[in-house]
T-cell receptor, first 111, second 117 residues
Framework: GDSVTQMEGPVTLSEEAFLTINCTYTATGYPSLFWYVQYPGEGLQLLLKATKADDKGSNKGFEATYRKETTSFHLEKGSVQVSDSAVYFCALSGSARQLTFGSGTQLTVLP | GAVVSQHPSRVICKSGTSVKIECRSLDFQATTMFWYRQFPKQSLMLMATSNEGSKATYEQGVEKDKFLINHASLTLSTLTVTSAHPEDSSFYIC?????????????FGPGTRLLVL
């Protein structure tokens, strides 16, 4: 079945540092890929998505590129802020339109 | 756009009582809504898929008689935790797929924290 493997956390960075959170997937067919962010005590917010190979999703300075050859969708941001502290989930949407989530990565950004 | 609300945001109840959680898509119609459960510091676990006007599809290991799901309209799905027990305490999150256009993206509600005493 479908699966998503996400970089283990927690990740702690200083403000303005570069962020990479790795995500790889296993799926049949051509899934769509997503990054969701969850702030403390809240639900998930869609951060960005990509629906086909080589697509780059971007939002709020975050980027991720759909790499079919490496089955990856790594999340990057050039300069993180304290307000980016949250849990980040990588997910894929398969043929049944159900989301398969990674385990989540806790990011803490220190001032 | 694509806002999903949940009510209540937090509920405390006594063991043995039933609790109903509402999930509404505020500015779009949703053919499909999903219910998840999330334990502290863990990922989301899909409980069931709810299609408007038909019975919900439950994931393996989820008791359908315990977690009753009703999707009566294109903007409302409800989850009722029947005869709740302390082990049902958790964070319950719903999501919805828009009826038109991009049907792959799920939009999530803010979650409902249930505490059963």
């Amino acid at each position: 079945g479908d699966s998503v493997t996400q970089m283990e956390g927690p990740v702690t960075l200083s403000e303005e540092a570069f962020l990479t959170i790795n995500c790889t997937y296993t799926a049949t067919g051509y899934p769509s890929l997503f990054w969701y962010v969850q702030y403390p005590g809240e639900g998930l917010q869609l951060l960005l998505k990509a629906t086909k190979a080589d697509d780059k999703g971007s939002n709020k300075g975050f980027e991720a590129t759909y790499r079919k050859e490496t089955t990856s969708f790594h999340l990057e941001k050039g300069s993180v802020q304290v307000s980016d502290s949250a849990v980040y989930f990588c997910a894929l949407s398969g043929s049944a339109r159900q989301l398969t989530f990674g385990s989540g990565t806790q990011l803490t950004v220190l001032p | 756009g694509a806002v999903v609300s949940q009510h209540p945001s937090r509920v405390i109840c006594k063991s043995g009582t039933s609790v109903k959680i509402e999930c509404r898509s505020l500015d779009f119609q949703a053919t499909t809504m999903f219910w998840y459960r999330q334990f502290p510091k863990q990922s989301l676990m899909l409980m069931a898929t709810s299609n408007e006007g038909s019975k919900a599809t439950y994931e393996q290991g989820v008791e359908k008689d315990k977690f009753l799901i009703n999707h009566a309209s294109l903007t409302l799905s409800t989850l009722t935790v029947t005869s709740a027990h302390p082990e049902d305490s958790s964070f319950y999150i719903c999501s919805a797929n828009p009826r038109v256009a991009d049907q792959e993206t799920q939009y999530f509600g803010p979650g409902t924290r249930l505490l059963v005493l």
